[in-house]
């Protein structure tokens, strides 16, 4: 297990695997829930390895710009725990994974006592902007972008106006169920005004290299690559990386644990966020999905690098 031979048997085969990935775009479509994302190009496949040393690779469409989309809530949990610690968020949202699709009220009205199972389904994720600490609105927004800045190591990170727009026009389900939480008291404050923050959040632009190295940090258990800092408690990334493994790719995470074995997070946008630990962050766009909402070549691209490199934890 040596890095350098590893980044350099990387480098080597990462265009083959890429291209022989990128023939499952075919399988799956880009989101049309929210409309903006359906212009994404769907045979569009790209990656980026970040080696702990910053050391980068790349191969396929990784200059393509995306949002994080539902990737966005594993770092605006770390926030959340930041501000509350463990008791303060695991009053609002529980640990389980729920098997069943990532925006279902379904079990919020049948478990009592009505928190979402996870803060990884949209719910769960709603529940966790409303714990984002700021004097206003815009002071919240702030703190997010601030953050998410400092672990991607882009002072110029910043959401995608069109995309927050679109999102926010057809969002019917998440009002509805932000307005049951709500009713549930897991929801403080006004509803319009988590949902905002939850739409920009979700709306934050990148490219599969800020994913790799935000990913790298979480593989360095909250350590800045460069500086060596301490940006995120390593207990607070540990239950990031456990939730990625028990519910990042939704209903599929159980199949994806068995198959690729890396704590990893999706988002409709066809991102991938997914690592190995102390070793390597990873970032893959890929915006054709399948039904469950995960990229499908991104996904198997994921499977054909942890086979080759041995990278499942398991
Ligand atoms: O709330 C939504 O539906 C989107 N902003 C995020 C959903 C998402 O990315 C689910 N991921 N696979």
Redesign the pocket.
């Known amino acids: 297990m040596n890095p350098k031979n590893d980044l350099n048997l990387i480098a080597d085969k990462l265009p083959e695997w890429l291209e022989e990935s990128r023939k499952y775009t075919v399988l799956g479509r880009p ?1 049309s ?2 409309p903006e994302l359906a212009y994404a190009p769907a045979e569009a496949l790209g990656v980026t390895v970040m080696g702990a040393d910053g050391t980068e690779i790349t191969a396929g469409d990784c200059g393509l710009t995306f ?7 594993v770092f605006t949990l770390l926030l959340a725990l930041m501000d509350h610690g463990e008791d303060g968020v695991f009053q609002k949202v529980g640990m389980e994974p729920t098997g069943d699709d ?2 279902s009220m379904l079990k919020l009205e049948l478990v009592p006592p009505g928190i979402p199972f996870n803060p990884l389904i ?1 719910a769960g ?2 529940a966790i902007s409303s714990l984002i600490h700021g004097v206003s609105p815009s002071d919240k927004l702030s703190r997010i972008l601030a953050f998410f800045r400092e672990v991607s190591g882009d002072p110029d990170l910043t959401y995608n106006e069109a995309v927050y727009a679109s ?1 926010s026009a057809h ?1 019917h ?2 009002r509805s169920l932000a307005y049951f939480l709500k009713d549930n008291h897991v929801l403080d404050g006004d509803v319009e005004e988590v949902l905002d923050l ?2 920009k959040h ?2 934050i632009e990148v490219t599969c290299r800020h994913l790799a190295r935000m990913a790298l940090v979480l593989a360095l258990n909250g350590k800045d690559p460069v500086s060596g800092r301490e940006l995120i408690p390593k207990r607070y990334v540990a239950i990031a990386k456990t939730f990625m493994i028990t519910c990042g ?2 209903n599929a995470s159980g199949e994806f644990a068995i198959k690729v074995g890396m704590p990893a ?5 066809g991102g991938i966020l997914a690592l190995v630990p102390g070793r390597f962050g990873v970032g893959v766009i890929g915006p054709a ?1 399948n039904h ?3 990229s499908t070549a991104g996904v198997h691209l994921l499977q054909t690098m942890s086979e080759a490199m041995d990278w499942s934890i398991f």
Do not use: D, H, P, W
């Open positions: 989101a829930y929210i949002t994080m989309q539902s990737i966005s809530k990532f925006n949209n994720a709603i999102e969002a389900r998440n939850y739409f979700c709306s790719m939704y997070k999706s988002g409709v946008a999905l469950k909402g995960n």
